[in-house]
């Protein structure tokens, strides 16, 4: 949901607050919390003030690498680094999987570019 917030009304507060708790997930590293996914959402909050780094690219191609079955996180890390296979990612999806990627935050780096 802080993600969300990013969106609606950027604050360097906000993003402050929100890379402070994707950190605290990191370090706490509980069994739920999908390390992949706290990455994602943590370079997704960065790639809303900058670009992405070198060493965060590399994160990600690791990333896409252990997920190359599951087409969401394909289609994420397609959308942090600006990639033109996001819509040949989207056809290889099914409609469900299309209308839950459509509400989560990430879908904002990509939709006003559609």
């Known amino acids: 949901m802080l993600i969300l917030g990013l969106d609606k009304g ?6 402050k607050l929100t890379q402070s708790v994707c950190d605290l997930l990191e370090r706490v590293a509980l069994p739920e919390y ?4 706290l990455k994602i959402n943590k370079l997704q909050i960065l790639k809303r003030s ?4 070198e060493d965060e690219v590399s994160s990600l191609l690791n990333i896409k690498e252990r997920r190359h ?7 994420c890390i397609a959308i942090l680094m600006g ?20 509400t989560w935050p990430i879908w904002n780096l990509y939709a006003p570019s559609v």
Do not use: A, C, G
């Not at 950027?10 to 993003?15: G, R």
């Not at 900058?50 to 780094?53: F, I, T």
């Not at 079955?69 to 289609?75: A, G, H, I, L, M």
């Open 69 to 75: 079955d599951d087409y969401k996180f394909q289609t």
């Open 50 to 53: 900058r670009n992405l780094n």
């Open 10 to 15: 950027f604050n360097d507060e906000l993003l």
């Open 34 to 37: 999908d390390s992949d996914v």
């Open 83 to 102: 990639s033109i296979e996001v819509p040949v990612l989207l056809k290889k999806m099914d409609d469900d999987d299309i209308t839950m990627l459509k």
